[in-house]
């Protein structure tokens, strides 16, 4: 058996236990497993550049017909309505974040929608703009402040004031973007004609959005009111109130986060996994940044929550499993690197959650807990990935292409994402028998025999022994009754030392 990719030794670190029985996907197996998804639509022509973060399904219109909005790299907000493309609307900036929510309880029920830009979240209620949010500043350091305060007032000069910001900088104190392009030039009159330009402007540091999600806020329903939860490049958590006018919440993170799992309710309980830019998963618990770190072996790449269970994607194409508590469940070793993770959840009789995860290889993988049960082949590597309803089917997949394709899937209703449909364990060739010569069968015959009756064989070993010195000394004591052998004789010694052990 020969498994598609080296499992690396796992690190030790934090909260990081070992996994008491790693995942690998043997070739074997991979091939025994086929794909679950129908084809339902495919557009070569759509002209898409988007990741998963800005692949969204929303009921826009509140008649229960889901449409699809695609923000691309071309600043444009894309909605199709099943197979064709309703509208196109201009964005402001490129987006790097979309979200839908409900932010009151009016009805008809018609959700808002939040696209975040650099430092803005643009939000569209009815496909048309509605409110930019505006991120706080950042809060300079002081001793900055100061030397572009000087600058400002010819207290200073430009190689003085380089020196003191350089030195800052080696200090480990965090500058603004003004000074760390000052500090990029490397000829004088460069550096003088910046500072001439720019140093009567305010100094203002405006940070961008990195991640951004929903949350619910007091109820589980799929039309309830929600807020947004934005990452941030300075550190941050952000959590506006239903409107998305106002903060509600704000914490100071230790590390830039890149990925954002949200569960439970604001005004209840909730619980925020964080993957972060050091390596690192961090948990916000009500509020709260708690003690609980989880070290990764390389930069994570994708991060799905699912029951009580943290699916965390790394670049070293490797899937970890950790309790929301921080104990390491296991792990899965991929053929290729991770492009994109998502969650695939399906409420039938039962409900199931699984994984999603498209490789650059192309293929998209359906895990259930570790148990790979569905590998769909494409042609196209992908880039974006959503699952969830889209027109009136509950169970789609979406995905964005690096060509620009959009195409769509749908898991049809009879299909078993349970462990049991697809058998794992040892493959079928370990239950044929091998050709044993006879000798070597014989002498594993024996051995197991001996194993198995060690203590008997021990038994009538010394039983036989003791049968043995009683004949021999019945047969002394007759020959000195006879008086057949002189007491001198050889054979008389030798009987009265008895036998040898």
Known sequence: ??????????????????????????????????????????????????????????????????????????????VWKGTSLQSEHNLLE????????????????????????????????????????????????????????????????????????????ESGVGLTSRSLDLLAMEE?????????????????????????????KNMEEPDAVSCIVIGTEAQQLIILDATGTSVLNMLKLPSVPVFLAVSGMLDVDYRIIIAGRDG??????????????????????????????????????????????????????????????????????????ALLVALSNGEVRVYNEKHLVSIHQTNDPVMGLRFGRFGREDNTMIMTHKSGTLSIKILPRHANLEVSSNPTGPPPEQDIPLNVPKKTKLYVEQTQREREQAIDMHRIFQRDLCKLRLSTARAYVKVLTDGQVAAHSPLLRTCAAGPRR
């Open 1 to 78: 058996m020969t498994t598609e990719a080296p499992p690396p030794p796992p690190k030790q670190g934090g909260l990081q236990a070992l996994a008491d029985s790693p995942a690998m996907d043997t070739g074997a197996a991979a091939e025994r497993v086929t794909s679950v998804w129908l084809d339902a639509w495919q557009d070569p022509v759509a002209g898409l550049q988007a990741y998963s973060p800005c692949v969204r399904m929303a009921d826009l219109a509140g008649d229960g017909e889901w449409r699809l909005l695609v923000a691309d790299a071309s600043k444009k907000l894309k």
């Open 280 to 353: 690192n998963l961090y948990t916000v618990k009500n509020g709260e940044v708690t003690g609980m770190v989880i070290e990764l072996e390389a930069q994570p790449c994708g991060l799905v929550r699912t029951h009580k269970s943290i699916l965390v994607g790394c670049m070293n194409n490797v899937v970890h499993s950790f309790h929301v508590k921080g104990k390491k469940n296991y792990s899965i070793y991929l053929p290729a690197s991770i492009v994109t993770m998502e969650l695939l959840s399906v409420q039938r009789q039962r409900m199931v959650k």
């Open 94 to 169: 490129p987006a790097c974040a979309i979200a839908s929510f409900y932010s009151d309880t009016n009805h008809p029920r018609l959700p808002a929608f939040a696209v975040a830009a650099g430092p803005f979240v643009f939000i569209y209620r009815n496909l048309r703009p509605y409110y930019k949010f505006t991120l706080p500043t950042v809060e300079i350091e002081q001793k900055e402040t100061e030397i572009w305060g000087d600058l400002r007032s010819d207290k200073l000069d430009t190689q003085k004031a380089f020196d003191e910001l350089s030195a800052l900088r």
């Open 188 to 216: 004088v009159p460069a550096r003088e004609a910046f500072v001439n330009g720019t140093k009567n402007t305010p100094l203002v540091q405006q940070t961008c959005i990195t991640c951004m999600e929903t949350i619910k």
